[in-house]
């Protein structure tokens, strides 16, 4: 019996992590997830520790947003000499348009560019919906 | 006897499930893998079915490349009207920068490159690996 109540627990775990990445798996997959591209280049004049200022700003949004389903970045390491000038790429995904409207006016975004804005040399945003 | 199992099976299918997402999870989260991003504008000249041909041989090249680890794209919906008149983004995913550089040379992007040059305006490309 004992045994039964602990297949039954692990069972119960397994189906509803696994039914939570086939849901995750599925936005991705209908083409519905709307993906929002990011690129930035620092003025000349923005020093190292302001830049990682923004950064970090950036990465704690998600922590104040939570409409943000997915985030990630980094730094461009193409050898192709095509980035304009980009240094910086921020991948967010949202679930679908009005998410991603929430969050262009949402409190804590504006507060961003504002920490933002004294470093930004230009900005470039691609939204898509993911095929 | 039956009862157990069944759902000695159910927690075995559910675990062998939840370990291949983990992995797959942890591979996008130790930032080993790279993301290539490349964003296009057509000349205004290109038609509709132009367009369509550069999409299609694009998104052709993950069945002749195998070391495309992932590939999605989508065309710009973004309300901020700071594409920079970029409308197409394809991105692609590789295991690491070797497998990019592989990519870069393959006879079959090659071939890609000599289908989108005739109706390509401007390109940009970021790649970073993902934190």
Redesign the interface.
Known sequence: MK??FI??C??AV??S??AG?NVSLAAAED?KV????V?FKFKDTAKPEEVAKVEQAFCDLPKKINIIQGF?????????K???G?TH?F?LTFKN?ADR?AY?IHPAHKEFGSILHPYLDK?????????
């Open positions: 045994t039964y297949l039954a692990v069972a397994c189906i992590l696994v990445y083409g709307l993906r929002h591209v690129l990630e970045w980094g730094t461009d390491v193409s050898p192709e095509l980035s304009q980009f790429c991948f348009a409207d262009l900005v470039l945003v691609v939204d898509y919906f993911a095929k």
